[in-house]
C-alpha cells in the first residue's frame, strides 16, 4: 500500500500571485511624493525669504520679525550686496543654518528628480543628484563655498528635463534660465564691484527658481498619483472595474 504524502510544499515553492509582486515604478512613487514634498516646502523658504526682505526694505519692522529665522538665505543675501544695502557681508562669510538646510533639502528633492529622469539619461541625473550633497560638505568645511551647488544641479537636471517626457519644455527652460542667472550672479559677486545690473540678474533668476520649485512639486505629485493608481489597478483590477459606471450600465 501506498502512504499518501500529505505534506504541504514549501512557501518558497509556491507561486507568487502576480497582483503581490511589486513592479519597478511602484517602489519609486513614495519617493516621488517626499521630492514633491521637499520641492514645497523649498519654494515656500524662498518665497518667505523674498517676503520678509520686501517688508525690510518698507521699513515694517514688526511684522518681520516672525520671518526673520528665513529670511538670510545667500541668494537674498547676494541681491542684498549688489542692491548696496549696509550689513550683509557678513551673511556669505559664515556657517548659516538656512543654507545648510536648502542644500540638506535640495539632496532629498533631486532624488526624486533622479528617479523620475534615470532613464533618460542616468549618468547626468546621478551628476545632478550629487551636486548638492558635494556643495553641502564644501560649505561645512570652508563656511563659504560650495551653496552653488543647488544651483549647478538644477543646471544639469533641466538640460535632462529637455529629453524627457514627465517634465514638460517650459519647466526645463525656466530651470536651466534660473539656475543660469543665478550663477553668473554669484560668480561675478565674487569679483566684481556691486552692481545694479547683477541685483536684477539675481532678482529674476530667484522668481524664477522659486517658481520652479513649486512646478516640480506639483509635477512630482502627479507622478507618484499615476503610479499609485496604476499599482491599484494590478493589485485590485476587479475592485477597479466594479465602478458606480459598470453598475449603472449593468442595470
Known amino acids: 500500500m501506498k502512504m499518501r504524502d500529505t505534506r504541504s510544499p514549501l512557501p518558497s515553492h509556491q507561486p507568487?500571485?502576480?497582483?503581490?509582486?511589486?513592479?519597478?515604478?511602484?517602489?519609486?512613487?513614495?519617493?516621488?511624493?517626499?521630492?514633491?514634498?521637499?520641492?514645497?516646502?523649498?519654494?515656500?523658504?524662498?518665497?518667505?525669504?523674498?517676503?520678509?526682505?520686501?517688508?525690510?526694505?518698507?521699513?515694517?519692522?514688526?511684522?518681520?520679525?516672525?520671518l526673520t529665522p528665513i529670511q538670510n538665505n545667500w541668494l537674498i543675501v547676494l541681491f542684498q550686496l549688489n542692491a548696496n544695502i549696509?550689513?550683509?557681508?557678513?551673511?556669505?562669510?559664515?556657517?548659516?543654518?538656512?543654507?545648510?538646510?536648502?542644500?540638506?533639502?535640495?539632496?532629498?528633492?533631486?532624488?526624486?528628480?533622479?528617479?523620475?529622469?534615470?532613464?533618460?539619461?542616468q549618468i547626468w541625473a546621478i551628476i545632478a543628484t550629487i551636486q548638492p550633497v558635494i556643495g553641502l560638505v564644501l560649505f561645512l568645511v570652508t563656511k563659504m563655498a560650495g551653496r552653488s551647488g543647488l544651483m549647478g544641479a538644477v543646471l544639469v537636471i533641466s538640460i535632462v528635463m529637455l529629453r524627457s517626457n514627465p517634465f514638460s519644455k517650459g519647466?526645463?527652460?525656466?530651470?536651466?534660465?534660473?539656475?543660469?542667472?543665478?550663477?553668473?550672479?554669484d560668480v561675478f559677486t565674487a569679483f566684481d564691484a556691486p552692481s545694479t545690473i547683477l541685483a536684477g540678474l539675481i532678482a529674476i533668476g530667484y522668481v524664477l527658481m522659486t517658481t520652479w520649485f513649486f512646478v516640480?512639486?506639483?509635477?512630482?505629485?502627479?507622478?507618484?498619483?499615476?503610479?499609485?493608481?496604476?499599482?491599484?489597478?494590478?493589485?485590485c483590477p476587479d475592485e477597479v472595474s466594479r465602478s458606480p459606471r459598470h453598475d449603472r450600465i449593468g442595470r
Do not use: C
Open 216 to 235: 516640480i512639486s506639483r509635477s512630482l505629485f502627479g507622478l507618484g498619483s499615476s503610479i499609485a493608481k496604476a499599482e491599484m489597478r494590478r493589485r
Open 86 to 121: 549696509s550689513g550683509v557681508h557678513a551673511g556669505l562669510l559664515s556657517l548659516n543654518l538656512l543654507d545648510s538646510l536648502i542644500l540638506i533639502l535640495a539632496g532629498v528633492l533631486f532624488l526624486g528628480l533622479y528617479a523620475a529622469l534615470r532613464h533618460t539619461s
Open 16 to 66: 507568487m500571485d502576480d497582483s503581490q509582486a511589486q513592479t519597478p515604478e511602484s517602489i519609486w512613487h513614495s519617493l516621488y511624493w517626499v521630492s514633491a514634498a521637499v520641492a514645497l516646502i523649498l519654494g515656500v523658504l524662498f518665497l518667505l525669504a523674498a517676503v520678509s526682505l520686501i517688508i525690510s526694505i518698507l521699513q515694517l519692522g514688526a511684522i518681520n520679525d516672525w
Open 171 to 185: 519647466t526645463a527652460v525656466m530651470g536651466m534660465l534660473a539656475s543660469g542667472l543665478l550663477l553668473a550672479g
